[in-house]
């Protein structure tokens, strides 16, 4: 379980609106919180991640050399 620390204000407007919605505060932060990640959906596409490894220590030198090197830890 977790606290938060609101402002006085947010806090009796979460109630409010909690009270209205028929839910406890904590259901309404958790309806909240799963219509924004809806909503709201990664704007990060596969584009974003190419190129991120290309400067790791893990992939200098010959590719093929990597790829034997990496298969022999199967082994």
Known sequence: MQT??????????????AEQAHLSANDLIKKLLSKYAIEEPSKKTLNDFFGILKD???????PIEIQRKMRDEWN
């Open 4 to 17: 938060l620390k609101l402002k006085d204000d947010v806090a009796t407007q979460l109630q409010q609106v």
């Open 56 to 62: 790791s220590p893990t992939f200098e030198g010959d």
